[in-house]
């Protein structure tokens, strides 16, 4: 078979705030979205022409992004949305589909995750991805620049004449040292976004993600739900590499970890720590954590490796309570 991927681009929208209202406006906080940069490095990897419109940070209006995917012409575009952007997502799924019918729709993120079947049935959506991207969407470009089936992918559901596919589910991955580091470079600027005030200043600032899922099990949390109980940890070198690329390439000096809690596994974050040192690394970050799992020593060696600030999830002081939704005690 022909092999296709030159002609097949992939192109990952992240949809503008209030498109669906024709009110659009840059967010005052905005942050790079990692799971697209993820996945579109990841396609590329895979030989893939990839692109990503970063549309919400940048507030653009939907002729402008009708423009972007004029100019590129992709054969597949993905969109990522959490619950309150889905309404965008489907407006530009449509634009999308007025653009060229025949460009093949992604949907995914944790509203889809969440709701697969319910993004499926969108018109303008073709595919919905459960779960983590990455393989999914290499598949599915393999697949629109081969035969054009998808019934092999797993962890979709696929819109087809009014009715709903599920394919088998996609096990979780396990070997994040393998995945190619985030397309920081498909990117605006790092300079362009402006993180949470707790998170870093305006400027040389990036998110960084050292593992996927949580060991813990909060009622009120969707991380468990999204990415598994089991904390699929990257190793302390590889997280430190990125720590290190991304510093020395884009000039970022300012990091935040956005796992549910990064500490969870004392022996990986002290040889994160120590690399940091070793490597002469002059960057400040934060990270989350709980409280019932630091101790003196792991808090004296963090700050001296760049760590600023931690935050604790409190959630509610009432005992009962905690003990319900957290499992953890006020001490």
């Given at each position: 078979?022909?092999?296709?991927?030159?002609?097949?681009?992939?192109?990952?929208?992240?949809?503008?705030?209030?498109?669906?209202?024709?009110?659009?406006?840059?967010?005052?906080?905005?942050?790079?979205?990692?799971?697209?940069?993820?996945?579109?490095?990841?396609?590329?990897?895979?030989?893939?022409?990839?692109?990503?419109?970063?549309?919400?940070?940048l507030g653009l209006p939907a002729a402008e992004i009708r423009a972007r995917i004029k100019d590129f012409r992709?054969?597949?575009?993905?969109?990522?949305?959490?619950?309150?952007?889905?309404?965008?997502?489907?407006?530009?799924?449509?634009?999308?589909?007025?653009?060229?019918?025949?460009?093949?729709?992604?949907?995914?993120?944790?509203?889809?995750?969440?709701?697969?079947?319910?993004?499926?049935?969108?018109?303008?959506?073709?595919?919905a991805v459960i779960g983590e991207g990455e393989q999914s969407m290499v598949e599915i470009?393999?697949?629109?620049?081969?035969?054009?089936?998808?019934?092999?992918?797993?962890?979709?559901?696929?819109?087809?004449?009014?009715?709903?596919?599920?394919?088998?589910?996609?096990?979780?991955?396990?070997?994040?040292?393998?995945?190619?580091?985030?397309?920081?470079d498909l990117l605006p600027q790092s300079a362009f976004y402006n993180p949470f005030p707790a998170w870093g200043k305006k400027g040389n600032f990036s998110c960084i993600i050292s593992g996927r899922g949580c060991p813990y099990n909060c009622r009120f949390c969707d991380v468990t739900s999204q990415q598994g109980k089991r904390y699929r940890l990257r190793s302390a070198e590889n997280v430190v590499d990125e720590l290190s690329w991304v510093n020395a390439t884009f000039g970022v000096t300012q990091f935040s970890f956005r796992d549910p809690s990064m500490i969870c596994n004392r022996r990986r974050l002290l040889?994160?720590?120590?690399?940091?040192?070793?490597?002469?690394?002059?960057?400040?970050?934060?990270?989350?954590?709980?409280?019932?799992?630091?101790?003196?020593?792991?808090?004296?060696?963090?700050?001296?490796?760049?760590?600023?600030?931690?935050q604790y999830g409190i959630e509610v002081g009432n005992a009962r309570m905690l003990k319900e939704i957290k499992n953890i005690t006020r001490e």
């Open positions: 078979m022909k092999d296709n991927k030159s002609d097949c681009g992939a192109l990952f929208i992240t949809p503008s705030r209030w498109l669906w209202k024709n009110e659009v406006e840059r967010p005052w906080i905005s942050t790079q979205p990692l799971g697209l940069a993820y996945i579109a490095a990841a396609v590329r990897q895979a030989g893939f022409p990839t692109q990503v419109i970063d549309a919400y940070s992709p054969r597949v575009v993905g969109i990522s949305a959490m619950t309150p952007q889905w309404p965008d997502a489907e407006i530009v799924a449509g634009i999308v589909k007025s653009v060229d019918p025949g460009i093949l729709t992604v949907a995914g993120g944790p509203h889809v995750t969440a709701l697969p079947d319910k993004a499926a049935s969108h018109p303008d959506v073709d595919i470009c393999e697949a629109m620049a081969g035969d054009g089936s998808f019934d092999a992918v797993s962890g979709i559901v696929i819109g087809k004449d009014g009715a709903l596919i599920t394919t088998s589910a996609r096990a979780r991955y396990t070997e994040l040292d393998k995945l190619p580091f985030p397309a920081h040889e994160i720590c120590r690399l940091i040192g070793e490597r002469g690394l002059d960057i400040a970050w934060t990270c989350n954590a709980r409280a019932n799992e630091v101790d003196p020593e792991m808090l004296a060696v963090m700050k001296k490796a760049g760590c600023r600030l931690m």
